[in-house]
C-alpha cells in the first residue's frame, strides 16, 4: 500500500537440502518406472538410489563444517534441523543405505504383485525375469518420510511425514517373492493397524489445536501456562497423540502389529523397519513429548513408566514363546523401545543446591538423555540390519528357514555365519564388549540421574530374561546336531557380505572404543531441540 514490499518467506533450502535430495531421487525413481525400457530399470535405480543416499548424508555433514549446527527452524518453523535432528537423519540415512543393499537381492521380491499366488501369472513372470523394480522409489519415500517425520517442528508437518513414510511401507510388506499369503497377510495388517494409528493422531492433533490454537510445538508448549479451563482438550488429545506415537514405536499393550508385519514382509524391508523406522518414530516421540508437551511431565510421566514397563515385561516374555527367528527379533524389538521409553521419561527439573542456587540444570540432565537415546538407536540400529541379513541367508527349499528348529546345528554347518549371528544375539542382550552394553549403559545411567531407578531395575531384569532366549539360540546352534535335510546357506551377494561384514565391525568397535561417537551424540544434543 505504502509502496514498501514484503519480503517472501525463506524456505532455508540449503538447511533441507539432505531431505530434499532423497525426496528429489524418489521422483526421479518414479520417472524412471515411467520412461526406462524395463530391462534398464534396476541399473539405473540402484546407483540413483545409493548416491542419493550417500550424497544427504554427505550434505549433513557439509553442513555441519561449513555453516555449524542451525538454531532456528526452518520451512516457515515448520521443521526443525537442529542437532539431535542432524544426528538421527545421519542415522537414517546410514541405516537405510545398508538396508538398500540388502533389497539388492534378486529373490527378496515377487516379479508380479498383480498376480495370484500360485497362479500361471506368477510363474510367467517368474520365468520371464520380471522385477518389482518400484521398490527403490517405494524405499526413498519411504526414507523421506522417516526424515520429515522426526524433524517435524509442528503437528501438522509430523502428520504428513508419518504418512509419507507408512504409505509406502504398506506397500512393501505384501511384496515378499515367497509365502505370499503371508506376506500379503502383513501388509493388510500394517495397513489397517497403521490406519487406525493415524486416525488416533489426526484426532488427537485436532484436540490439541483446539485447546493451544496452534499446531506449532512451541506455541503448544507456551500454551499450556496460559490457556485455562480446557483441561479436557488437553489430556484427551495427549492420549490420542500418544496412542499414534507408541504404535509407531511398538510399545506395548499397541505393539500386536509387529510380530506378524516383520515375519511376512521381505526380509530387506523388515530391516528397514525395524531399524530406520524406530529411529524416526522415537524422534518424533521426543519432539512432541519434550518440546511440545515438556511442560507437562508431570502428568504424562507417570502414564510413560507403565508403558516402558509393560513394553519392556511383554517383549521380553513374550519373546520366550516364539519359534519363528523373526517374531523372536520381533519381540525383541519390542523389549528394546521399552529400554528407550526409559530414556524418554529421564527428564528432569533444575537442581536447587542449600544456597539457593541451580547446581545442576534440566538441560545438562536432558541432554544427557537425549545423547543416550540417540547413541542407543544408533547401535541397535546396526546390529538389527545386521541380524536381518544374516537370516536372509539360511534357506530351505521354501526361501528363508523361519522355524528355529531349522537352525539347529548351523554352527557345524557354517561355524562364520552362526558366529556373527551369536556376537548380534549377544549385542541385543547388551554382553559386555559389544556395543548393546554400551548403548543400554548410557540409557540406564541417565535414568538413574533422573531419578527412574525402578525403571532401570526393571530394565535389567527384562534384559536378564532377554538373555535366556538369545542364548538359547545360540545353544542351538552350536550344541545341536544339524539335521540331514536342514537347511542351506546361500552364497551371498557382495552387498549382503558387506552389510554383515560393517555390522559386526560396527558391534566390535563401539563395544570396545564408544567414546567418539558417544562423544558426538553428546555434541549433537547439547543445544537440545531448537523451539
Not at 532456528?72 to 537442529?82: E, L, S
Not at 537381492?105 to 500361471?120: K, L, M, W
Not at 489426526?202 to 510445538?217: K, Q, T
Given at each position: 500500500m505504502n509502496g514498501t514490499t514484503i519480503p517472501a518467506p525463506s524456505i532455508e533450502y540449503g538447511t533441507l537440502a539432505p531431505m530434499l535430495l532423497v525426496f528429489g531421487a524418489a521422483i526421479i525413481g518414479v520417472l524412471i518406472e515411467a520412461f526406462a525400457p524395463r530391462y534398464l530399470r534396476k541399473s539405473i535405480h540402484v546407483p540413483v538410489t545409493l548416491l542419493s543416499l550417500v550424497g544427504a548424508f554427505a550434505l549433513i555433514i557439509f553442513q555441519v563444517m561449513a555453516s555449524g549446527?542451525?538454531?532456528?527452524?526452518?520451512?516457515?518453523?515448520?521443521?526443525?534441523?537442529?542437532?539431535?535432528?542432524?544426528f538421527i537423519w545421519g542415522v537414517i540415512l546410514v541405516l537405510s543405505f545398508v538396508s538398500v543393499l540388502l533389497v539388492?537381492?534378486?529373490?527378496?521380491?515377487?516379479?508380479?504383485?498383480?498376480?495370484?499366488?500360485?497362479?500361471?501369472?506368477?510363474e510367467d513372470a517368474e520365468t520371464s525375469g520380471a522385477a518389482h523394480t518400484e521398490v527403490y522409489p517405494l524405499v526413498l519415500f519411504a526414507v523421506g518420510g522417516m526424515l520429515l517425520f522426526s524433524a517435524a517442528n509442528d503437528l501438522l508437518i509430523m502428520f504428513v511425514g508419518l504418512e509419507v513414510m507408512s504409505l509406502p511401507l504398506y506397500l512393501l510388506c505384501g511384496l515378499a517373492r515367497r509365502r505370499r499369503l503371508l506376506s500379503q497377510e502383513a501388509s493388510m495388517k500394517y495397513f489397517l493397524l497403521g490406519a487406525f494409528s493415524s486416525a488416533f493422531f489426526?484426532?488427537?492433533?485436532?484436540?490439541?489445536?483446539?485447546?493451544?490454537?496452534?499446531?506449532?510445538?512451541a506455541k503448544i508448549n507456551t500454551a499450556l501456562g496460559s490457556v485455562g479451563g480446557m483441561d479436557t482438550l488437553l489430556f484427551a488429545g495427549l492420549a490420542l497423540l500418544g496412542v499414534g506415537l507408541m504404535f509407531k514405536i511398538g510399545a506395548a499393550p499397541f505393539q500386536a502389529w509387529k510380530p506378524d508385519v516383520y515375519q511376512g514382509a521381505p526380509t530387506p524391508i523388515t530391516a528397514l523397519m525395524a531399524s530406520g523406522t524406530l529411529v524416526a518414530a522415537f524422534g518424533a516421540v521426543l519432539r512432541v513429548f519434550w518440546v511440545a508437551l515438556g511442560n507437562l511431565d508431570w502428568d504424562w510421566?507417570?502414564?510413560?513408566?507403565?508403558?516402558?514397563?509393560?513394553?519392556?515385561?511383554?517383549?521380553?516374555?513374550?519373546?520366550?514363546?516364539?519359534?519363528?527367528?523373526?517374531?523372536?527379533?520381533?519381540?525383541?524389538?519390542?523389549?528394546?523401545?521399552?529400554?528407550?521409553?526409559?530414556?524418554?521419561?529421564?527428564?528432569?527439573?533444575?537442581?536447587?543446591?542449600?544456597?539457593?542456587?541451580?547446581?545442576?540444570?534440566?538441560?545438562?540432565?536432558?541432554?544427557?538423555?537425549?545423547?543416550?537415546?540417540?547413541?542407543?538407536?544408533?547401535?541397535?540400529?546396526?546390529?538389527?540390519v545386521g541380524a536381518f541379513a544374516v537370516v536372509t541367508m539360511v534357506r530351505d527349499a521354501g526361501g528363508e528357514a523361519g522355524h528355529l528348529s531349522r537352525w539347529a546345528g548351523l554352527g557345524k554347518r557354517s561355524p562364520v555365519?552362526?558366529?556373527?549371528?551369536?556376537?548380534?544375539?549377544?549385542?541385543?542382550?547388551?554382553?559386555?564388549?559389544?556395543?548393546?552394553?554400551?548403548?543400554?549403559?548410557?540409557?540406564?545411567?541417565?535414568?538413574?540421574?533422573?531419578?527412574?531407578?525402578?525403571?532401570?531395575?526393571?530394565?535389567?531384569?527384562?534384559s536378564a530374561i532377554a538373555?535366556?532366549?538369545?542364548?538359547?539360540v545360540i545353544v542351538l546352534m552350536f550344541f545341536s546336531e544339524p539335521a540331514a535335510d536342514g537347511p542351506t546357506i546361500a552364497i551371498p551377494s557382495g552387498a549382503t557380505a558387506a552389510v554383515i561384514t560393517l555390522a559386526a565391525a560396527v558391534t566390535v568397535v563401539l563395544g570396545v572404543f564408544p567414546q567418539p561417537v558417544l562423544d558426538l551424540a553428546e555434541q549433537a544434543a547439547s543445544t537440545l531441540f531448537v523451539r
Open positions: 549446527v542451525p538454531t532456528k527452524a526452518a520451512a516457515m518453523g515448520a521443521i526443525a534441523v537442529d542437532g539431535p535432528s542432524l539388492m537381492g534378486d529373490d527378496h521380491f515377487v516379479a508380479s504383485a498383480a498376480a495370484v499366488p500360485g497362479s500361471a501369472e506368477e489426526l484426532y488427537g492433533m485436532a484436540l490439541i489445536y483446539g485447546y493451544a490454537g496452534s499446531v506449532d510445538l510421566r507417570p502414564v510413560m513408566w507403565g508403558v516402558a514397563i509393560l513394553t519392556m515385561v511383554v517383549g521380553a516374555i513374550l519373546a520366550i514363546t516364539q519359534t519363528d527367528i523373526k517374531r523372536m527379533l520381533a519381540y525383541s524389538s519390542i523389549a528394546h523401545a521399552g529400554f528407550l521409553l526409559i530414556g524418554v521419561i529421564a527428564t528432569n527439573v533444575d537442581k536447587v543446591g542449600p544456597n539457593g542456587q541451580v547446581v545442576e540444570t534440566a538441560a545438562a540432565q536432558n541432554a544427557n538423555s537425549l545423547s543416550a537415546i540417540m547413541f542407543y538407536l544408533l547401535v541397535y540400529g546396526v546390529t538389527t555365519l552362526a558366529g556373527v549371528f551369536a556376537f548380534f544375539l549377544l549385542a541385543f542382550a547388551g554382553i559386555p564388549l559389544t556395543s548393546g552394553f554400551f548403548g543400554k549403559y548410557a540409557i540406564f545411567i541417565a535414568a538413574v540421574e533422573a531419578g527412574a531407578t525402578p525403571l532401570v531395575i526393571v530394565g535389567v531384569v527384562t538373555a535366556f532366549f538369545y542364548v538359547r
